[in-house]
T-cell receptor, first 111, second 114 residues
Framework: QKEVEQDPGPLSVPEGAIVSLNCTYSNSAFQYFMWYRQYSRKGPELLMYTYSSGNKEDGRFTAQVDKSSKYISLFIRDSQPSDSATYLCAMKYNQGGKLIFGQGTELSVKP | NAGVTQTPKFQVLKTGQSMTLQCAQDMNHEYMSWYRQDPGMGLRLIHYSVGAGITDQGEVPNGYNVSRSTTEDFPLRLLSAAPSQTSVYFC?????????????FGPGTRLTVL
């Protein structure tokens, strides 16, 4: 079993929809949780970062961490065609530790 | 700042050939890492370095070598290429001292081994 599981999709939604992307993990020692966005043929870039449990909001994006369920989510409100990309969750045990990535979910937002 | 740069962008090798993927960063980051990305597998860590002269293995190190003689450069060597090494390779760098040390990724090298 992988340490971090993410549904690879693809996920296709109409413009303006609310998108929910999720990851589950097996090791309760993870403390730092991140979402990276990767456009086609580009390197990933950090989108959201959360330490421990709770919510974090940045514009149309909200990241949630539920450590009791070992589940993290990324919500995108009012989705735009420019949000079409692969979204990768990532997590690590401590501040200097290695990042463990999920498989990535490919999202397509149709005009 | 150029950020993280990688060369070449594309490469085709024959089985058994060797080559070096170059990675450089101009942000004075301590940490540098190499990942490979395959369909359905996400990013998997090959090797990483926490400073000049210090390297360690990641999740999938077999068939690859690294060295870190300077802060700026972190080359990845394929010793004897195999078709299973066909992948997209990303180099990343980050600070060592920040609370979450965001990783900055390069644009990737697409490698095909025939």
């Amino acid at each position: 079993q992988k340490e971090v599981e993410q549904d690879p999709g693809p996920l296709s939604v109409p413009e303006g929809a609310i998108v929910s992307l999720n990851c589950t993990y097996s090791n309760s020692a993870f403390q730092y949780f991140m979402w990276y966005r990767q456009y086609s043929r580009k390197g990933p870039e950090l989108l959201m970062y959360t330490y421990s449990s709770g919510n974090k909001e940045d514009g149309r994006f909200t990241a949630q961490v539920d450590k009791s369920s070992k589940y993290i989510s990324l919500f995108i409100r009012d989705s735009q065609p420019s949000d079409s990309a692969t979204y990768l969750c990532a997590m690590k045990y401590n501040q200097g530790g290695k990042l463990i990535f999920g498989q990535g979910t490919e999202l397509s937002v149709k005009p | 700042n150029a950020g993280v740069t990688q060369t070449p962008k594309f490469q085709v090798l024959k089985t058994g050939q060797s080559m070096t993927l170059q990675c450089a960063q101009d942000m004075n980051h301590e940490y540098m890492s190499w990942y490979r990305q395959d369909p359905g597998m996400g990013l998997r860590l090959i090797h990483y370095s926490v400073g000049a002269g210090i390297t360690d293995q990641g999740e999938v190190p077999n068939g690859y070598n690294v060295s870190r003689s300077t802060t700026e450069d972190f080359p990845l060597r394929l010793l004897s290429a195999a078709p299973s090494q066909t992948s997209v390779y990303f180099c990343a760098s980050s600070w060592g001292g920040s609370s979450y040390n965001e990783q900055f990724f390069g644009p990737g090298t697409r490698l095909t081994v025939l």
